[in-house]
């Protein structure tokens, strides 16, 4: 089952594919690492971004896309186009697809229940898709 982890930070939904087959994860080639919201926000550009983003995830046959939970208020409080990028993830209207909204409460507590299995910098990611890599491990470690 693959799973696409995805933070969203400002106008850009970093993505992270990961694979669990038969008990062994797989970080499957991406060419995509992060997918950006157009300067204006019209609603052209959020279908554009929704019609790419379930693009990708069709591309890669990703079953489940699991997205690091924002705040609606607070120290860490997600900005407004932040919740316009996940509601356009969410209404992609791809049955197939089932997506996922995970608290950072429950990534911290299904981090400590299991712990990643190699150090992030052993996965030849890149620094900034450490936290949709984990929201991903997390996403398959809660089901």
Do not use: W
Not at 46 to 60: G, I, K
Not at 74 to 92: H, M, N, R, T
Not at 93 to 103: Q, W
């Amino acid at each position: 089952m693959i799973i696409c982890g995805v933070e969203l930070t400002g106008s850009d939904a970093v993505v992270c594919l990961l694979n669990l087959d038969q008990g062994q994860f797989t970080i499957p080639e991406c060419k995509v690492r992060k997918l950006t919201l157009k300067k204006n926000h019209t609603r052209e550009d959020l279908l554009e971004f929704q019609v790419a983003f379930a693009a990708l995830m069709a591309d890669y046959g990703v079953d489940q896309v699991a997205i690091k939970e924002r705040m609606p208020k607070g120290k860490f409080a997600g900005g407004a186009l932040s919740f316009k990028l996940e509601a356009a993830i969410q209404l992609i209207a791809d049955t197939n697809l089932k997506i996922t909204l995970l608290s950072p409460a429950l990534i911290k507590s299904t981090l400590a229940a299991h712990p990643l299995p190699i150090p992030f910098a052993d996965t030849g990611l890149k620094i900034f898709q450490e936290t949709a890599f984990i929201v991903a491990y997390a996403g398959h470690m809660a089901r």
